[in-house]
């Protein structure tokens, strides 16, 4: 079983619908969360990080954490073209915060 | 462009060549972090290294790969010997030092690496 689990999709909305991404994990020890977004042949780029459950807003999204159900979510509202990418989840231990676990990504596409 | 700095973007090399791979950090950063991605799988930690030392190198194959950050100069991940299977997209991210649990990690553009 893999660490972390998320769905690949792809995924396709329309322009201005609230997008919901989601991770979950079955290591109890992963304490900070992160959120990458990724256009193609490009590096990860940080959009947010949670540490511990709990909520994290920043613009249009916004990072959910539920330790208790080993389940993240990234929402994105009023999604735009330009957040067409792969967003990747991410996590790591308060003793390993050298490694990051990833998710395998996921495919979204916001069709004008 | 203060940002983390990886070449070459691209790499080719034949079966049994060497690739080096290069990254340097953001300004300020001390701490580098090797990872992985193959085709159409997730990216996957290799190495964590600092300056002169190699902190956690737990998700190395144990033969053909080293890495190293010298005191000087950037982080060079070496792969001995290549093989088809290497062909992949290796990201470098750095971070601040660890006086705290956690620093984030910033990537690189990646170097792809394709192995004819």
């Known amino acids: 079983q893999k660490e972390v689990e998320q769905d690949p999709g792809p995924l396709s909305v329309p322009e201005g619908a609230i997008v919901s991404l989601n991770c979950t994990y079955s290591n109890s020890a992963f304490q900070y969360f992160m959120w990458y977004r990724q256009y193609s042949r490009k590096g990860p780029e940080l959009l947010m990080y949670t540490y511990s459950s709990g909520n994290k807003e920043d613009g249009r999204f916004t990072a959910q954490v539920d330790k208790s159900s080993k389940y993240i979510s990234l929402f994105i509202r009023d999604s735009q073209p330009s957040d067409s990418a792969t967003y990747l989840c991410?996590?790591?231990?308060?003793?390993?915060?050298?490694?990051?676990?990833f998710g395998e990504g996921t495919q979204l596409t916001v069709n004008p | 462009n203060a940002g983390v700095m990886q070449n070459p973007r691209h790499l080719v090399r034949r079966r049994g060549q060497e690739a080096r791979l290069r990254c340097s950090p953001m300004?300020?950063?001390?701490?580098v972090y090797w990872y992985r991605q193959l085709p159409e799988e997730g990216l996957k930690f290799m190495v964590y290294?600092?300056?002169?030392?190699?902190?956690?190198e737990s998700g190395m194959p144990k033969e053909r790969f080293s890495a190293e950050f010298p005191k000087e100069g950037p982080s060079i991940l070496r792969i001995q010997q290549v093989v088809r299977g290497d062909s992949a997209a290796y990201f470098c991210a750095s971070s601040l030092s660890r006086d705290r649990l956690f620093y984030e990690q910033y990537f690189g553009p990646g170097t792809r690496l394709t192995v004819t």
């Open positions: 991410a996590m790591s231990g308060v003793t390993s915060g050298s490694r990051l676990t």
């Open positions: 290294l600092q300056k002169e030392n190699i902190i956690d």
């Open positions: 300004k300020g950063h001390s701490h």
